[in-house]
């Protein structure tokens, strides 16, 4: 058995190699899911037939060496967002509890194609209209850390499930901060790409949508690690023939960080300040020029008459002088869900992420740390538009300059469910 909390990058060598079954990885996923889903509500549709099918099919790929990548006989999730065909898609949303569409949202035809094994379809906050995943349909997804606070959302269901190692990684959405705001309580990392990296096509396909969440709404990925992450974005930007290693990723054609942006103006509480001050210390040993900047976070709002004219110009204003910025993703620690009920469906506060969605820019939250409520908290690297690469390398770094080892929630035992 290996560990549910393993990196991809050993799970891809250990498939291809045959020395781990996808059969064997799926169920013990399956049944990780049975005995943890009833107490932390992660999941809304649970595909285990689909998903005993997709791994006996990839284990005889694999075989017969028609090896896809490295997501091939590996389970995931995606959020309830995206269609997917013959299985329900619902956004939390009771009246789309029969909704079956026929054809799979191009996200989840891409970890088809890679060979991913789809283990369901992953709770949300209802048709991704709010921050805290307590108003769903389908009940309220738990915080794996602690039940007295929120989880996070809109994709709250798909960081715990990541947190709790259900599934290796999810396919979400973020449009306002919606999957790095849940990354951040969970602990658990989340690229929210450039604006048009990642297809949003069949996210409830057919459905009414307001423009401006056309314009805001971002595919994301979560996973426990930016390694993982990056792997996931890699094999859902790039065409491959099956045949490459997924490979040590550098800063993709874009130029190495070398000086970044302390974010002076962000919103944040004393606790959450302290905490970042403790987070951001080991910059000092990665040996690159820092410099204070502002955000236009008053210019970010939900009139997109000027998004585009915004969007054109946001590489120059902010990024002229520094290649990427850094700042909390959180303002505060996660609320309880008493203060949560009280304050609404944005409790959890997107004051520090929103503007990366209104600019189109890329930004991976990374966990930093614990606060002095015992809580994760998150910090956010943010690059000018089109610098996926960039962003995700300079997470990396930081990752591995503050030795960053992943530690599940207490109660989750690490080899048996």
């Known amino acids: 058995m290996t560990s549910p909390f393993a990196p991809l990058s050993e799970l891809a060598r250990d498939i291809r190699e045959r020395r781990l079954s996808p059969v064997a990885l799926a169920e013990q996923c399956l049944a990780r899911i049975e005995a943890l889903n009833p107490r932390l509500n992660a999941f809304i549709t649970v595909t285990g037939k689909l998903a005993r099918e997709q791994a006996t099919q990839a284990e005889r790929e694999i075989a017969a060496r028609q090896w896809r990548g490295p997501l091939h006989g590996v389970p995931v999730a995606v959020k309830d967002f995206y269609d997917t065909a013959g299985i329900r898609t619902t956004a939390g949303f009771r009246q789309f509890e029969q909704r079956v569409p026929n054809t799979d949202a191009e996200l989840v035809a891409k970890l088809r194609e890679a060979g991913a094994v789809l283990l369901g379809k992953t709770n949300m906050h209802r048709l991704g209209m709010g921050t805290t995943s ?56 989340c690229h929210k790409p450039t604006f048009g990296a990642l297809s949003p096509v069949g996210i409830l396909a057919g459905e009414k949508t307001e423009p401006a969440i056309l314009k805001l709404g971002h595919p994301c990925v979560t996973a426990r690690s930016v390694d993982d992450v990056w792997v996931v974005f890699d094999v859902l930007t790039t065409a491959r023939d099956g045949g490459g290693d997924s490979r040590e990723h550098e800063a993709g054609g874009h130029a190495p960080v070398r000086r970044i942006g302390l974010v002076t103006n962000f919103n944040a509480n004393d606790e959450m300040r302290a905490a970042l001050e403790g987070a951001l210390a080991p910059l000092a040993g990665m040996l690159l020029e820092t410099r204070e900047v502002s955000v236009p976070f008053d210019s970010a709002t939900f009139d997109i008459s000027r998004i585009d004219a915004d969007r054109a110009s946001i590489n120059a204003s902010l990024f002229g002088d520094v290649d990427a910025i850094v700042l909390p993703t959180l303002t505060a620690p996660a609320p309880t869900i008493d203060e949560a009920r009280t304050r609404g469906d944005l409790a959890v506060a997107p004051d520090n992420t929103f503007f990366c969605n209104y600019y189109g820019l890329p930004a991976t939250n990374v966990p930093a740390g614990m606060d002095s409520t015992g809580m994760p908290f998150g910090v956010q690297f943010v690059g000018p538009r089109g610098a996926d690469d960039r962003v995700l390398a300079l997470a990396r770094s930081y990752q591995q300059a503050i030795g960053w080892r992943y530690v599940p929630p207490p109660g989750v035992d690490v080899h048996r469910s």
């Open 134 to 189: 307590l108003e769903s349909d389908f009940g309220p997804v738990v915080n794996p850390w602690t039940a007295n606070h929120v989880a996070g959302g809109s994709s709250g269901g798909s960081a715990v499930a990541v947190a709790v190692g259900m599934c290796f990684a999810t396919v979400d959405t973020d449009a306002i901060g919606s999957g790095r705001l849940p990354a951040a309580i969970c602990g658990v990392s």
